[in-house]
């Protein structure tokens, strides 16, 4: 049994905090912080989603966010919070933007949402690394060698599988998911190529 993704709760209103853990925890790991400084404790490679509030005591939640895209932290995050986006929003790295108040069921879809994306994301990365593969050994190979090879038939298969499961996921996303994940393939290219 796959372990449960984790979600990690950031919000200085302690009630609010813990009533967003309670709403996640039959389904997810969940870690709550009351602090930027807690949140980024809290931070590491095992985080799949981030919920963070953009107004934090000592340090915004925009500067978190930061942190978390500069630490290079694969994880989707959104802004859970009480200020209306604006164009300052434009420039900042978050995966999706929820304003407060959030209804349990809003919440619970928003975190499924985000987790999709990320595996879709995964998915993505794997079917061009074996694209790529391919496309390598095809130009150093003749046909009747390549036919003739069980690593090169199962590879060929394995690309055939993942195509699938790739179309039928784009078919569950809706159009703000799809821009959203390769805006995030974009955003990592962009880093890898630096």
């Not at 630490?71 to 859970?80: E, F, L, N």
């Not at 999709?116 to 095809?138: C, D, G, H, M, P």
Request: glycine share 2%; hydrophobic share 40%; with cysteine.
């Amino acid at each position: 049994m796959p372990e449960p993704a984790t979600v990690l709760v950031v919000e200085d209103e302690r009630e609010l905090a813990d009533l967003f853990a309670d709403w996640l925890a039959d389904s997810y790991d969940v870690r709550t912080a009351y602090s930027a400084a807690d949140a980024l404790d809290e931070l590491d490679e095992a985080v799949d989603v981030v919920l963070l509030d953009r107004r934090l005591p000592e340090r915004s939640g925009d500067d978190v966010l930061d942190t978390i895209r500069e630490r290079g932290i694969d994880c989707q995050v959104a802004m859970v919070t009480a200020v209306d986006p604006d164009f300052d929003t434009l420039e900042l790295g978050f995966d999706s933007y929820v304003v407060k108040p959030v209804e349990r069921d809003e919440l619970e879809a928003l975190v499924k949402q985000l987790l999709a994306r990320s595996l879709y994301n995964e998915e993505v990365q794997r079917y061009f690394a074996l694209a790529s593969k391919r496309a390598t050994i095809e130009t150093t190979k003749t046909d009747a060698e390549l036919a003739g090879d069980d690593r090169y038939q199962k590879l060929c298969e394995d690309i055939r599988e993942l195509r699938s499961e790739l179309d039928q996921r784009v078919a569950d996303l809706d159009d703000e998911d799809f821009l959203a994940v390769f805006h995030d393939l974009q955003t990592r290219d962009e880093a890898t190529s630096d």
